[in-house]
């Protein structure tokens, strides 16, 4: 069975410093793994994702996410936070090798609070 | 283009009344889905399609039916609505390769009074 874990219910971080959101996941097969954002009284977007090749990926909005197999970690990056980026973080994951074709599973979620 | 639409946005219903929620896209995908938000349990998926025609439970299917009569509409259905299924729903769709992401709706808010 495929699982998403997100460690941290609230990431809080001044305005221009290192953010990092963490999440970990456990899958019988490889993974395909993304991350996505909610602002409040939204829908989810999608921000980036990792299928495979390079370890480091980047997506949307300056944020980038670093694949770690042996630690099985999709840890999220932004170099310097904006205020602008106060919002819910998601991260989730498709097995590659399932009985569970297509599913698509989410964490519990990490809100990040960006303070000026 | 309007992706992913939830109809309705808002809804009261009193416990033991039924409802369907309905979820239609216009991107021709094959993967359709219905997550419930709750504060502090993320995103919990209720049951999941992989084509017309097919459906598959999800972490918390119980107290729901659903239903894929057409490719572009994912139907979400309450038989006998608890005060436990006061919840945000969300509705996705994606491309059937699973390396492809998913699109969301906005969201419908039911309350079960």
């Known amino acids: 069975a495929q699982s998403v874990a997100q460690p941290e219910d609230q990431v809080n971080v001044a305005e221009g410093n290192p953010l990092t959101v963490k999440c970990t996941y456990s899958?019988?097969?490889?993974?395909?793994l993304f991350w996505y954002v909610q602002y409040p009284n939204r829908g989810l977007q999608f921000l980036l994702k990792?299928?495979?090749?390079?370890?480091l990926v980047k997506g949307s909005y300056g944020f980038e996410a670093e694949f770690n197999k042996s630690q099985t970690s999709f840890h999220l990056k932004k170099p310097s936070a904006l205020v602008s980026d106060s919002a819910l973080y998601f991260c989730?994951?498709?097995?590659?090798?399932?009985?569970?074709?297509?599913?698509?599973?989410f964490g519990a979620g990490t809100q990040v609070v960006v303070t000026p | 283009n309007a992706g992913v639409t939830q109809t309705p946005k808002f809804r009261v219903l009193k416990t033991g009344q039924s409802m369907t929620l309905l979820c239609a896209q216009d991107?021709?995908?094959?993967?359709m889905y219905w997550y419930r938000q709750d504060p502090g349990m993320g995103l919990r998926l209720i049951h999941y399609?992989?084509?017309?025609?097919?459906?598959a439970k999800g972490e918390v299917p119980d107290g729901y039916n659903v239903s894929r009569l057409k490719k572009q509409n994912f139907l979400l259905g309450l038989e006998s609505a608890a005060p436990s299924q006061t919840s945000v729903y969300f509705c996705a769709s994606s491309l059937q390769e699973m390396n492809t992401e998913a699109f969301f709706g906005q969201g419908t808010r039911l309350t079960v009074v």
């Open positions: 989730a994951v498709r097995d590659r090798a399932t009985d569970s074709w297509g599913k698509l599973q």
């Open positions: 399609s992989v084509g017309e025609g097919t459906t």
């Open positions: 990792y299928i495979t090749g390079d370890n």
């Open positions: 899958v019988s097969g490889n993974p395909y």
């Open positions: 991107m021709n995908h094959e993967y």
